[in-house]
């Protein structure tokens, strides 16, 4: 079965400095999903990356998949407090029902 | 907007008490699914749903129920909840994948359940 790991497992950053965020697959990446939880909520759909080398940008947050497409990175450039939450990224692995696999998320914390 | 709703934020049970969380959506997507979030664990799938009636086991389905009678409504159910099933449980729904190549999936606001 496909596995995520998520990198680090938290961070504290300064307001005002970049984070990254990273989600290695053991597989080929069909599909790959960041979402955002803000603390005791649900997941908020953040974007989705699809081919090798693709990159999105949404506001301040950036994402990328590598060529191979078994990686993944969340970039936020000048971090506000808005951004902290937890950070998971979800692979779809092709099944019936468009099934996912989530990381294990990682906690950021923006120090004001 | 996609719309999913769980029937409760917080619920307190006691343990050998059976257990409804119900999920619904108001965008007629066909799959539905239900997770677990635990620390360290992240989301696990527990069953999902692609059609009226239908059901697929997830990675940790024992222990658990679900009922799809209606397309918009997904329940899971805990025929006797015991103090491991603590959790916050997540429903979710998306369209069926024919639909378009990718189709990310909405998730409720989650309900956190304690079983004492």
């Known amino acids: 079965s496909q596995e995520l790991e998520q990198s680090p497992q938290s961070l504290i950053v300064q307001e005002g400095k970049n984070l990254t965020i990273n989600c290695t697959s053991s597989k080929t990446l069909y599909g790959l999903y960041w979402y955002k939880q803000k603390y005791g909520e649900g997941l908020i759909f953040l974007m989705m990356?699809?081919?090798?080398?693709e990159e999105k940008s949404h506001e301040k947050i950036t994402a990328k998949l590598d060529e191979k497409k078994q990686q993944s990175s969340l970039h936020i450039t000048a971090s506000q407090p808005s951004h902290a939450g937890i950070y998971l990224c979800g692979a779809d692995n092709k099944a019936a029902g468009n099934k996912l696999t989530f990381g294990g998320g990682t906690r950021v914390l923006v120090k004001p | 907007d996609v719309k999913v709703t769980q029937s409760s934020r917080y619920l307190v049970k006691r343990t050998g008490e059976k257990v409804f969380l119900e999920c619904v959506q108001d965008?007629?997507?066909?799959?539905m699914f239900w997770y677990r979030q635990d620390p360290g664990l992240g989301l696990r799938l527990i069953y999902f749903?692609?059609?009226?009636?239908?059901?697929e086991k997830g990675d940790i389905p024992e222990g658990y129920s679900v009922s799809r009678e209606k397309k918009e409504r997904f329940s899971l159910i805990l025929e006797s909840a015991s103090t491991n099933q603590t959790s916050m449980y997540l429903c979710?729904?998306?369209?069926?994948?024919?639909?378009?190549?990718?189709?990310?999936?909405?998730f409720g606001p989650g309900t956190r359940l304690t079983v004492l």
């Open positions: 979710a729904s998306s369209l069926k994948g024919f639909r378009g190549p990718h189709n990310e999936q909405f």
């Open positions: 749903s692609y059609d009226v009636k239908m059901k």
């Open positions: 965008m007629d997507h066909e799959n």
């Open positions: 990356l699809q081919k090798g080398g």
